[in-house]
């Protein structure tokens, strides 16, 4: 606990970000990882499989980009760094380990941005509920010739979380016009990972699935607010919160879909998707 509270103090953070939960998001899936990593370990080698597996894919190989890079627990840091001339790791907040790996890698630098644009917009209005909510329109490195690679990776269901969380609070909103928001924000984001030059991975989790204690499922539950991808991709199943870890009579899995090369890849109306 005192570790977590130095870290939360020593980790760069705008106060607009720390005001909206990024910060305390980030350490809390850093504990989260810390009492499940078992659990969690065949997802962040699939992912880092995946990832590996694209770099094949690259004609070229100067700029590499990772889109909520975060603890960098499912990122193969070290063969993009000996892969590319630069990698780029992009997140609203970088953990302490980040900036550790900008020291050991000399060709990883890291950019704090919110990739959807709406964050910063959105601290300075939520307290108005009659104010509009930001859209997004991403263009970070949308017209930089030497980016060859971007993975944006287990990060697409994680753009609504923290605006839902916080717009939700008083003064609340509608809670359709926060679902219309997270949408928007997915929506967005699946169009700009089509307008980023070079090689485009997308790793996310699309769904939540609830275990009882026999191992049956019980519910599933969309957590990408309506939005379906439109590409197919390998998935498999990421035992997100182990049995008796937050409830004795549930676990909770996430269905993550891993799309290698989405520009080359097949659309859902050319094929179905891949079971694991």
Known sequence: MILELVEYL???CSFAMRRLGYLRGQLGIKVRHRQCRRAWKEHLQRTQTTIRAALLDCPQRRKAVVLGSGLLLDVPLADLAATFREVILVDVVHPLRAYLATLRYRNVRLVSVDVSGTAAELARIAHDPLAPLPRAVPQL??????VDYVVSVNLLSQL???PA???SKSPPRPESEIDDYARSLIESHL???QRLPGVVTLVTDVEKIQIDSDGHEVDRFDILYGVTLPWSGEEWTWEHVPLKHLSREFAYHRRVCAVRNLKSGHSKSASAPTDA
């Not at 490195?141 to 030497?146: A, G, I, Q, T, V």
Request: aromatic share 22%.
């Open 141 to 146: 490195f949308c017209d930089d010739k030497e």
């Open 160 to 162: 609504p979380y923290i």
């Open 191 to 193: 169009d700009y990972l």
């Open 165 to 167: 969380m916080y717009l």
């Open 10 to 12: 020593l980790t760069p």
